[in-house]
């Protein structure tokens, strides 16, 4: 995987090695991703792959994306829970989705995993759920029916498989 305009490669170029296939349709989400992310502010929003092993790893057809905005997902994850309380905390519908917007504004994690959800196309092999799985998988989907064992395998990083 290479930097696009809206989004920088941070890590080595050996930790994602992948098909053209998938390398043109992450690149197309990142982008995405990247314009809603910036909002119109200076510099490309980094993100940072890890070398994946199992399955589709071994052919180059998955990549796992493990830090945003020089921010690993565990961080991410865990301000989002956390903001999410806070929000149940504020009293009316209107002041609580106010602050839900804004939560959504200043966290990268969860904002990428929307992106990679929503205008990404990903794998489906036969009998399997759609292969896009990290921390808010059960919460956002697509496959809310994950597994304890894998959630947990995806609480540090987001898999996208193509
Ligand atoms: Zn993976």
Redesign the pocket.
């Known amino acids: 995987m290479r930097s696009g305009r809206n989004f920088r490669v941070d890590s080595p170029a050996g930790n994602a090695i992948v098909t053209r296939e998938l390398a043109a349709e992450l690149e197309r989400v990142l982008e995405l991703f990247g314009v809603n992310a910036r909002n119109g502010m200076k510099g490309r929003i980094g993100v940072f792959f890890k070398p994946?092993i199992?399955?589709?790893?071994k052919v180059g057809r998955?990549?796992?994306v493990y830090a945003v905005g020089g921010i690993g997902f565990e961080d991410w994850k865990r301000q989002w829970d956390a903001a999410l309380r806070s929000c149940f905390l504020v009293p009316g519908e209107n002041k609580r989705r106010t602050k839900l917007n804004i939560e959504r504004r200043k966290n990268l994690g969860w904002q990428l995993y929307k992106a990679l959800q929503n205008y990404g196309n990903w794998s489906q092999p036969n009998g399997f759920p759609i292969q896009l799985?990290g921390p808010w998988t059960r919460s956002e989907g697509p496959w809310k029916y994950i597994s304890d064992f894998l959630l947990n395998a995806h609480r540090d990083?987001i898999?996208v498989?193509k």
């Open positions: 994946g199992f399955g589709h790893h998955a990549a796992d799985f990083h898999h498989a």
